[in-house]
């Protein structure tokens, strides 16, 4: 309460005078230095900067150019980022919308507000829809935020039909980079339907282009290129049945038995290996399935491979709550490639104790997952209490 009345008896002095200025200076046209830049200045407090920046502080109590002038000249943000970030000092509060908001997640990095930071990451991440998130993709990448560009994109990937039903009016690269991905949530024809609909701008890549480089009609009809799914292990599961059916309706030899499927199922979608140290040690198959009704104890483990696909992991989900005396670690990798700890209990149960109850922790691997790990180093758990999230793809 005292915090917000501060801010809101500071906040309408921003703009009233102040002892230091801030100078923002900005290019008129892209790559024409002969122009003069367009200067805005901004009156402030260095009392202010110098309580929120360890930058500014040191910058304003030592022996630099910009105490001595009493004044700062930044080059390389634009007015509008400048602006909103000296607000923030005063008032509190972000006046911006998600679109505009990395690259003044940038300059407050520059300048080591992390509270600030913080602020704006999560307002784009609760703000970013299907309406905005091209948007906000183009411009996490000219400013480099590779966190929002990674989750704008997911998003873009998942909903695929959604954001291509019109043309978005990004860069060419960007475009190709999502039409060349093949987790792209959507299948070849429905691609191809939304594509025919595009009305093209000029001088940007034509839909027929896009539709030649990276749409195989002819090669793979209704090729599902990824699958959003809150549950990879058992999407990979319903497939397989989906394949074992198909199998059967065309008369091809097959097992009419889903037992005798299993071996099958095991050799080549979903292998698993474990070290259980209960009285209940469930079947490969139920594993593989997802479906083990068994109790984690220290030292047990268990592990699935995807053979034939990879998945993009953005989160795990518990539906099971973990204590503050159970340590449980969740790790990842490409089919070749060293562990990657995703998830640590005891490093998110600091901050979040006592979670569970379909908590969504969110979390990725830095390649394709086509295996995952679960450790139980102390205290115990029950499954099927954890559910990877993400996009499931083939990988040839």
Same mark, same amino acid.
């Given at each position: 309460?005292?915090?917000?009345?501060?801010?809101?008896?500071?906040?309408?002095?921003?703009?009233?005078?102040?002892?230091?200025?801030?100078?923002?200076?900005?290019?008129?046209?892209?790559?024409?230095?002969?122009?003069?830049?367009?200067?805005?200045?901004?009156?402030?407090?260095?009392?202010?900067?110098?309580?929120?920046?360890?930058?500014?502080?040191?910058?304003?109590?030592?022996?630099?150019?910009?105490?001595?002038?009493?004044?700062?000249?930044?080059?390389?943000?634009?007015?509008?980022?400048?602006?909103?970030?000296?607000?923030?000092?005063?008032?509190?509060?972000?006046?911006?919308?998600?679109?505009?908001?990395?690259?003044?997640?940038?300059?407050?990095?520059?300048?080591?507000?992390?509270?600030?930071?913080?602020?704006?990451?999560?307002?784009?991440?609760?703000?970013?829809?299907?309406?905005?998130?091209?948007?906000?993709?183009?411009?996490?990448?000219?400013?480099?935020? #590779?966190?929002?560009? +990674?989750?704008?994109? $997911?998003?873009?990937?998942?909903? =695929? &039909? *959604?954001?291509?039903?019109? %043309?978005?009016?990004?860069?060419?690269?960007?475009?190709?980079?999502?039409?060349?991905?093949?987790?792209?949530?959507?299948?070849?024809?429905?691609?191809?339907?939304?594509?025919?609909?595009?009305?093209?701008?000029?001088? #940007?890549?034509?839909? +027929?282009?896009?539709? $030649?480089?990276?749409?195989?009609? =002819? &090669? *793979?009809?209704?090729?599902? %290129?990824?699958?959003?799914?809150?549950?990879?292990?058992?999407?990979?599961?319903?497939?397989?049945?989906?394949?074992?059916?198909?199998?059967?309706?065309?008369?091809?030899?097959?097992?009419?038995?889903?037992?005798?499927?299993?071996?099958?199922?095991?050799?080549?979608?979903?292998?698993?290996?474990?070290?259980?140290?209960?009285?209940?040690?469930?079947?490969?198959?139920?594993?593989?399935?997802?479906?083990?009704?068994?109790?984690?104890?220290?030292?047990?483990?268990?592990?699935?491979?995807?053979?034939?696909?990879?998945?993009?992991?953005?989160?795990?989900?518990?539906?099971?709550?973990?204590?503050?005396?159970?340590?449980?670690?969740?790790?990842?990798?490409?089919?070749?490639?060293?562990?990657?700890?995703?998830?640590?209990?005891?490093?998110?149960?600091?901050?979040?104790?006592?979670?569970?109850?379909?908590?969504?922790?969110?979390?990725?691997?830095?390649?394709?997952?086509?295996?995952?790990?679960?450790?139980?180093?102390?205290?115990?758990?029950?499954?099927?209490?954890?559910?990877?999230?993400?996009?499931?793809?083939?990988?040839?």
């Amino acid at each position: 309460m005292a915090k917000h009345l501060v801010a809101e008896k500071l906040g309408p002095t921003f703009g009233q005078g102040g002892d230091f200025t801030v100078v923002v200076e900005e290019r008129q046209g892209e790559g024409d230095t002969s122009a003069e830049p367009k200067r805005t200045e901004f009156k402030v407090w260095s009392v202010i900067l110098s309580a929120w920046s360890e930058v500014f502080e040191k910058m304003l109590s030592q022996d630099f150019v910009e105490s001595t002038k009493k004044e700062v000249v930044i080059k390389d943000f634009s007015s509008f980022a400048v602006e909103t970030f000296l607000k923030f000092l005063y008032k509190g509060t972000v006046d911006a919308s998600p679109e505009r908001l990395c690259e003044v997640i940038v300059i407050a990095d520059k300048y080591q507000v992390l509270q600030f930071k913080n602020l704006c990451l999560k307002m784009v991440e609760d703000n970013m829809n299907v309406k905005n998130v091209w948007a906000i993709f183009q411009s996490a990448d000219e400013f480099q935020v #590779q966190d929002i560009r +990674q989750k704008s994109k $997911d998003l873009i990937l998942t909903e =695929a &039909k *959604t954001v291509f039903a019109t %043309r978005p009016l990004v860069r060419d690269e960007l475009l190709e980079e999502v039409f060349s991905s093949n987790l792209m949530c959507v299948t070849d024809e429905e691609l191809l339907s939304l594509l025919k609909t595009w009305t093209d701008p000029p001088d #940007q890549i034509s839909s +027929q282009t896009l539709v $030649d480089r990276w749409v195989s009609m =002819a &090669k *793979t009809p209704k090729r599902k %290129r990824g699958e959003h799914s809150t549950d990879l292990i058992r999407c990979v599961k319903g497939r397989f049945d989906t394949f074992s059916k198909s199998q059967t309706s065309q008369g091809k030899s097959w097992p009419k038995e889903p037992s005798l499927s299993r071996p099958i199922f095991l050799a080549n979608w979903v292998s698993v290996s474990y070290a259980l140290s209960g009285d209940y040690a469930p079947y490969a198959h139920v594993i593989a399935e997802g479906n083990a009704g068994c109790k984690l104890q220290a030292g047990d483990w268990i592990e699935w491979r995807l053979p034939k696909f990879g998945a993009q992991l953005m989160g795990i989900v518990f539906s099971e709550v973990l204590t503050q005396r159970d340590h449980l670690e969740i790790f990842c990798a490409a089919d070749c490639s060293e562990w990657q700890r995703v998830f640590s209990s005891k490093e998110y149960g600091a901050i979040y104790p006592g979670f569970g109850g379909n908590t969504l922790v969110k979390c990725r691997c830095q390649h394709l997952a086509q295996r995952f790990k679960v450790h139980m180093i102390s205290g115990e758990f029950q499954l099927p209490g954890i559910k990877f999230q993400g996009i499931l793809a083939e990988v040839p």
